[in-house]
Structures are given as structure tokens and as C-alpha cells.
């Protein structure tokens, strides 16, 4: 009797990984993108990310202590995401009360009404991003000219809303390309757009650090970015003069903001890698609809919003086999 068996709960499997851990990886991630947005925009740019940053903290440790009455987490990392990522969809040039409502919303109705970290159905970051695109359209929307573009102006529009009011105004494909940048301004970043979504490498580079980290797996990144480029090259070779090319729908816009860095969120994303291709293949399809039919020129944030909530569902119907199960 003195050599009992003892058999601990699960699980059995154990990491050094922590919260905290995978949190600050996120954020060393998003450096290249961030310091790009700095050297196109400026200081501006860095006035958005430090006013998001400082105010997605306050209010998850203010509404924690007081409201909640629970230990703040503002230290795991999860809140300075929620700032950079915050600051990553909006304009350099948006008024700083702007930004605190917006963190506000994506902290305190995209997060810790759900009961935090963990809890949460929606991406925060999109919960607040979203709230200011409905609530101040103009100023969402109103892009500052990107100081590297050479161009005397105040503000710009991006690729996608060149393309969406052209076709809008029955201008062919061919003549809206002239006013287009090209392939290497957009993977450069030579564009006008919010910080976070004008350099397409500068998020690839994020991503594949946070696959090396394995704080990502490939699944959803691809089947977002390839169910768009798929659709987008269908329609665009049965009417080349009516749809634009897939390299402007993968290269612009915050597609690659949002595959990489936003439809991977952990809590929000399915936990199997069939459920994560099931996801991604519905954002991509839900993007491109709107970007193609819709009324905005972008549908990247709606749609991962839309498949947050179908993420339970998926979880539910694909699930992983059990051990020794048939």
C-alpha cells in the first residue's frame, strides 16, 4: 500500500508557455508594421498608438477594480494588444477622443462584458473598430496622404475605395488602373490607408516570426488570403473590366491585418485545424462579397466579426477524435 498509484487530472501535457508569454510575442509582431506606419506617417502615428494603448490599459484596469470588482490583468498583455491592434485600424490623423471612445468599446462591450480574457465571443480590437466606423464614418474614412507618396494633399483615398468608386461610377477596370499604385507600392506600403494595413510585408513578416513562435498555425491566414484570391481571380477573369486583379485584394486593404493578426486570436478562432479552414474560408467569403457587392470597399472586419460568432458552432460540429476513439 505504500507504493499507491496516483493519476492526476488532465492535462498531462505541460508548457512553459504563459499567457503572458504568448501575449508579448503578438506584440514583438507587430513592431515592423508599427515602426512602418511611424516612418510613413510620422508622429502621428504615433500619437494614435500611444493614446489607444494608454487608454485600452485604463479601462481594463479601472472597469476590473471598480466595476468588477476582480484582480486587473492589465499586465498580461492582452490590453496592449488590444491598443496596437486598435490603433492599427484607424487613420493617423483621427482626434484622440475618438480613439478613447473606441478603445472604450472595444474593452470594455468587446471584452470584459463577456468576462475577459478567455470569455470574450468577439475580437475586441473589431468590436471597437467597427463601433467608430458606424458611429464617425467621416473621419474613419478619411485618410491621411501618405508622406512618402509625394502628393501636396491632406487626405487620400485607399486602392480599394479608388476601385469601389470607379466601378460605382461604371468606369472601366482599365482606366481606374491608371490611378492605381502598383504591386510593390502596396507590398511596400507607398499607400494611403490606417496604420496598420499599408505595408503587406511588414505583416508578413509579423506572421511568419509568430508561426516560428508557434503562436499562430497556418490554417486560417491561408484560407483567408486564398479563398479571396480564388474568388477575385474567378470573377476577375470572367470580367477583367468590371473586377479588378487579385493581387490588389490581397495586397490592400486590411486583409493581411486581419488573416495574420486578428481572425488568429485564440479565443475567437476555431480550436481544430478543420474548423480554423471552415473559419477562414467563411471570412474570405463574407470579405469579398462585400468588398465585390457591398456598400464599403472593405469587408475584412465584418466578416471576422460574423465568423467570431459562428466559432462555437464550428467548434461544436468538428471536433477532434477522442483517444483510442473509432
Known amino acids: 500500500m505504500s507504493k499507491i498509484l496516483t493519476v492526476s487530472p488532465s492535462p498531462h501535457i505541460h508548457s ?10 503578438v506584440v514583438y509582431a507587430m513592431i515592423p508594421a508599427l515602426a512602418w506606419s511611424v516612418f510613413v506617417f510620422g508622429l502621428d502615428a504615433l500619437r494614435v498608438t500611444l493614446i489607444a494603448v ?70 475586441p480590437a473589431l468590436v471597437g473598430r467597427v463601433f467608430l466606423l458606424i458611429s464617425f464614418p467621416v473621419q474613419m474614412t478619411s485618410w491621411p496622404v501618405n508622406s512618402r507618396s509625394g502628393i501636396d494633399a491632406v487626405t487620400s483615398a485607399t486602392p480599394l475605395g479608388i476601385i469601389k468608386e470607379g466601378i460605382t461610377n461604371g468606369t472601366p477596370i482599365s482606366e481606374i488602373s491608371a490611378n492605381l499604385p502598383s504591386a510593390m507600392d502596396m507590398l511596400f506600403g507607398n499607400i494611403g490607408g490606417s496604420l496598420g494595413e499599408i505595408s503587406a510585408l511588414m505583416l508578413i513578416l509579423g506572421g511568419i516570426y509568430m508561426l516560428w513562435k508557434k503562436v499562430i498555425t497556418w490554417h486560417v491566414p491561408v484560407s483567408v488570403i486564398g479563398s479571396v484570391a480564388l474568388i477575385s481571380a474567378i470573377f476577375w477573369m470572367i470580367d477583367p473590366e468590371t473586377y479588378i486583379n487579385p493581387v490588389y485584394h490581397i495586397l490592400t486593404g486590411g486583409l493581411m491585418l486581419g488573416a495574420i493578426y486578428m481572425a488568429t486570436d485564440m479565443v475567437t478562432s476555431p480550436m481544430t485545424s478543420k474548423g480554423q479552414f471552415i473559419y477562414g474560408i467563411g471570412i474570405g467569403l463574407i470579405t469579398i462579397s462585400i468588398r465585390l457587392f457591398g456598400a464599403y470597399p472593405e469587408g475584412i472586419s465584418f466578416a471576422i466579426l460574423i465568423m467570431n460568432a459562428f466559432t462555437p458552432l464550428i467548434n461544436y460540429y468538428v471536433k477532434p477524435k477522442r483517444f483510442g476513439g473509432k
Open 16 to 25: 512553459d508557455d504563459t499567457t503572458s508569454k504568448i501575449m508579448y510575442r
Open 54 to 123: 494608454a487608454a485600452c490599459l485604463a479601462f481594463e484596469y479601472l472597469i476590473q477594480k471598480y466595476l468588477m470588482k476582480v484582480k486587473p490583468t492589465v499586465t498580461d498583455g492582452s490590453a496592449l494588444i488590444t491598443g496596437i491592434l486598435m490603433a492599427f485600424n484607424v487613420p493617423a490623423n483621427i482626434p484622440w477622443w475618438i480613439i478613447v471612445i473606441g478603445s472604450l468599446a472595444a474593452v470594455g462591450i468587446g471584452k470584459l462584458s463577456f468576462g475577459g480574457l478567455g470569455s470574450n465571443i468577439f475580437n
